[in-house]
């Protein structure tokens, strides 16, 4: 579906800014012009967050890496680092980062915020979304006079998940954690009921340190070249990162679910070395993108499961849609509650029959965040722009320049009233 949204859509120039002087002049120039701007990071989202639907200059910003300060367990960086770079840098000060996508080695830390906010660490720490995750970012507005703007805490909202629609993002202040000794493991379940179960309990053990939990149906442990061969045949698996000290409760806890511990690994080291993946590069959409090396038919959902409910929920459905879902979840948490963001890989028909799984998510109580769409209202579980952040954009990009087409619901300002 968004192939044929956005096929043929890109920039007509390539502007990489090594400052953010250089931020303001290019987006001065581009109102004066009332040229279109997208910014990009690393370029991993994965459903059109930074494809340019207007044309216009495409803001690289990944010219803009560096570490800028480091102070009470928090670090200001420039919004094109990358969050693997961000987080080697802060492992050597004893801390890391709270939260990750799966596509840590390339993607920047701007992008995450920008078009991300969940991932590895939000077992525990939730989303970018909690309160305390973001400590601010610092944007540049598309006004005749482009000035930056320091929004801290709370007040960065408007910018968090907006696709750079309202404003750009040139650093980021993000609070870490103290740096934990992490342990990979694959463990493998009879069956999935199991399995999902481990997942959830893990989630929910307050004394085991856990940085992810990722909760996966045989066939997909099939596709993941380098680990599949460490694996039984037909056992799905959870994959998850938890403290080394306390991997004997977590040997404890997995064969009270009758799980067998198949593979563990140091997880620092397996990420510095170049013949080893770390496992957190098989989870989250990591996931999907292994599977869709060998397999073009299949796509996927972003699903979160009702808390209370999450086990049960997700047995039904998985049983009404055998032949279509393949299950693949996340334990997360989400307002201070444990449940399972579940990111199943569909088998692709039509596009009617995909409305119709969303339905019937939805209708399981089942809150879909729709990933074949690339406007924020589509795309949203709530399926609409806060008033805030639509008053925000008014302000800071009057002319509706950044990222157009991307928040539907905003209208720029017209002729008559830009002149006034």
Known sequence: ???????????????????????????AACVRHRIPVVPRGGGTGNYGQAVPLAGGAILDMTGMDRILSFADGVA?????????QVDAWARQQGWELRLWPSTKRTATVGGFVAGGGAGVGGITHGTLRE?????????????PKPRLIDLSWGKA???NHAF???????????????????????????????????????GLADGI???????????????????????????????????AGAMGAVAELAAEHAGEIEAEQDF??????????????????????????????????????????????????????????????????????????????LRWTTPERLAEIIAACEAEGV?????????????????????????????VDPFGLLNPGKMSSFRPLSGQEAAE
């Open 157 to 159: 909202a408007p910018a």
């Open 164 to 202: 750079g629609t309202t404003g750009v993002i040139t650093r980021v202040r993000l609070p870490l954690a103290p740096a934990m000794a992490w342990r990979d493991i694959a463990v493998s379940f009879p069956d999935f009921p199991a399995a999902a179960a481990f997942g959830l309990a893990l």
């Open 131 to 143: 309160r305390g995750n973001l400590a601010g970012v610092t944007i540049a507005t598309m006004e």
């Open 367 to 395: 809150a879909v965040a729709n990933p074949h769409v690339c406007t924020l209202e589509e795309g949203a579980r709530w399926k609409l722009v806060a008033a805030d952040r639509l008053a925000f954009k008014r302000e």
């Open 268 to 345: 620092a080291a397996a990420e510095a070395s170049p013949e080893l993946t770390p496992f957190y590069e098989y989870t989250w959409n990591h996931t999907t993108l292994h599977v869709l090396k060998r397999d073009k038919g299949v796509t996927y959902l972003q699903c979160l499961f009702p808390v209370g409910r999450t086990l049960e929920t997700l047995a039904r459905l998985r049983e009404r849609f055998a032949d279509e879902l393949m299950m693949h979840t996340e334990v997360a948490r989400f307002g201070g509650q444990v449940t399972m963001s579940g990111l199943p890989l």
């Open 1 to 27: 579906m968004l192939k044929t949204l956005l096929e043929g859509k890109r920039g007509e120039v390539v502007i990489r800014p090594s400052d953010e002087a250089e931020v303001l002049a290019v987006l």
């Open 209 to 243: 340190p856990k940085k992810m939990c990722a909760v996966i149906d045989w066939p997909l442990p099939s596709f993941f070249t380098g680990l599949a061969e460490l694996l039984p045949q037909g056992r799905p698996i959870v994959l998850a990162m938890v403290g």
């Open 76 to 84: 200001e960086v420039q919004a094109g680092a990358t969050l693997l």
